[in-house]
T-cell receptor, first 114, second 116 residues
């Protein structure tokens, strides 16, 4: 069964460093998303991406964040200068269509900023 | 704006019993979708079941069913014949179909523990 994959599973970085989180969405899916979950809290939407551009972003997704689809399979989230409060689980998700279609989540990348 | 409320912080159930996890929602949209996800201790988010606002029948997926009461704005998840592997966090989520928004809005989740 096709699934969303994410690498690395755990990333530890120093405050102020840049990190890139990588995702491979399900191959025939057209819509891609990033969410984050701070430990013990609910999952929060960051950004959605379709047709090589951002279609929606939340207030959390400020200038420190960017997304890219560098090739036909990968979808990346970059945090330019990490802060302590960026420590969270970051989930990539994809869906075949917009609207009612289900978003399938990857296993997550746990980011720890020291 | 959409809002999901899950008021049960945690529940305990005996193996093989049925359990209902509560979810209420608030939206002004006429067309929307409701989802349940499971998050085991390993951290991944596993899709369980979907209910569309215009679906006339309650959704079912194996041991999972969704008790959808539109007038009450509730979308409770029912797990029949609980198994030890059902112990996890469960999140209710909603997605509006109108206005072009694609994001899922999640509740705070609730922890289910299945006892042998």
């Amino acid at each position: 069964e096709p699934e969303v994959t994410q690498t690395p599973s755990h990333q530890v970085t120093q405050m102020g460093q840049e990190v890139i989180l990588r995702c491979v969405p399900i191959s025939n899916h057209l819509y891609f998303y990033w969410y984050r979950q701070i430990l013990g809290q609910k999952v929060e939407f960051l950004v959605s991406f379709y047709n090589n551009e951002i279609s929606e972003k939340s207030e959390i997704f400020d200038d420190q964040f960017s997304v890219e689809r560098p090739d036909g399979s990968n979808f990346t989230l970059k945090i330019r200068s990490t802060k302590l409060e960026d420590s969270a689980m970051y989930f990539c998700a994809s869906s075949e269509l917009a609207g009612a279609d289900t978003q399938y989540f990857g296993p997550g990348t746990r980011l720890t900023v020291l | 704006a959409q809002k999901i409320t899950q008021t049960q912080p945690g529940m305990f159930v005996q193996e093989k019993e049925a359990v209902t996890l509560d979810c209420t929602y608030d939206t002004s949209d006429q067309s929307y979708g409701l989802f349940w996800y499971k998050q085991p201790s390993s951290g991944e988010m596993i899709f369980l079941i979907y209910q569309g606002s215009y679906d006339e029948q309650n959704a079912t997926e194996g041991r999972y069913s969704l008790n959808f009461q539109k007038a009450r704005k509730s979308a409770n998840l029912v797990i029949s014949a609980s198994q030890l592997g059902d112990s996890a966090m469960y999140f209710c989520a909603m997605r509006a179909h109108q206005g072009g928004s694609e994001k899922l809005v999640f509740g705070k989740g609730m922890k289910l523990t299945v006892n042998p």
